[in-house]
């Protein structure tokens, strides 16, 4: 396995963590949507933000994160689900701010003033779940745990961190997420903190070799604990032929029949991970009918 995350419980159950290795799967999407430097670390860290919070639902559940700021990347949207697959995209890959303090300037791309919004589709029978929370630093980890305090009223510490060679490669990436659950043992949680404000920058660890046993052997140092899962993570795209020709059709009627006359064709490019689908003329007038007879 490559990249992979691992949860564990305290042996007391007032605690939970999650740690992973996400740097092949970053790589791959900064690849994709040929994101420059500050939007690679903005995009990696949600992406990994995202597989982690993935990995806290049941079966078969989905999640979606979107973080928009007034930034000049104006948003990141990352999707994951409980089964180890994440995909995420920013609004402009083409983000590359000067480093502030020594540190990639993640808030400057994302912006301060801003939203980030979670939606969790738990299934058939219940309605989706959403929370909504400002965003609290735009760095990514402190907003989601921000967004865990606030929204879900579950006290965590989120860390994510992404490592950028000069050139631009990404040669780390991965996080961790530790949650307090109820009735949570105040002297555990400040032990915890403690490793957290110790440990050295993440993406540095991860960098060194760091796995996401070692991190959890970090976090967790003195508090006895049980490996819960070890799972694959990995980057891929849930779209089809099928779902594009759905997105089309939501255009209505009169704008396919416009682009159908006015171009002949059109080419519709997958958001999350920039596959184009052509219709040509002929396939278009097959959509067209195909919304007649379900009318
Ligand atoms: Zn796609």
């Known amino acids: 396995m490559d ?5 564990v419980v305290g042996s007391e159950a ?3 963590g999650l740690a992973c290795v996400t740097t092949t799967l970053v790589a791959e999407a900064c690849r994709l949507h040929g994101t420059y430097p500050t939007a690679s670390a903005a995009l990696g860290r949600a992406l990994t933000g995202g597989t982690l919070m993935g990995a806290l639902l049941k079966r078969n559940q989905r999640l979606a994160l979107k973080f928009e700021g007034n930034g000049p990347l ?9 089964n180890g697959v994440v995909r995420g995209f920013v609004g402009d ?3 590359d701010l000067p480093p502030k303090n020594n540190k990639i300037d993640v808030a400057g791309a994302l912006g301060q003033a801003g939203f980030l919004t979670v939606i969790k589709d738990l299934g058939l029978r219940e309605e989706p779940y959403k929370g909504i929370v400002q965003l609290r630093t735009s760095e990514i980890a402190e907003d989601l745990a921000y967004y865990f305090a606030e929204s879900e009223q579950v006290p965590s510490a989120v860390g994510l961190g992404v490592f950028i060679e000069a050139q631009g490669d990404i040669s780390a990436a991965g996080g ?5 659950l109820p009735p949570s043992d105040e002297a555990v949680v400040e032990q915890v903190i403690g490793h957290i404000e110790r440990m050295p920058p993440l993406s540095e660890l991860i960098r060194g070799g760091t796995t996401p046993e070692g991190l959890i052997d970090i976090l967790f140092n003195g508090i006895s604990y049980r490996v819960l899962e070890t799972r694959e993570i ?6 089809s032929r099928e779902k594009i020709e759905s997105v089309l059709i939501t255009l209505g009627r009169e704008e396919i029949e416009a682009l159908t006359r006015e171009l002949g064709e059109t080419d519709v490019v997958c958001e999350f991970c920039r596959q184009q689908y052509h219709f040509d003329g002929s396939q278009l007038l097959h959509l067209l009918k195909s919304m007649e007879a379900v009318r």
């Open 3 to 7: 990249n992979y995350l691992v949860r």
């Open 14 to 16: 007032d605690v939970i």
């Open 93 to 95: 890959p083409k983000v």
């Open 234 to 239: 990995t980057y891929r795209c849930t779209c």
């Open 176 to 180: 961790f997420l530790i949650q307090s």
């Open 74 to 82: 104006k948003k990141i949207i990352v999707e994951a689900d409980n």
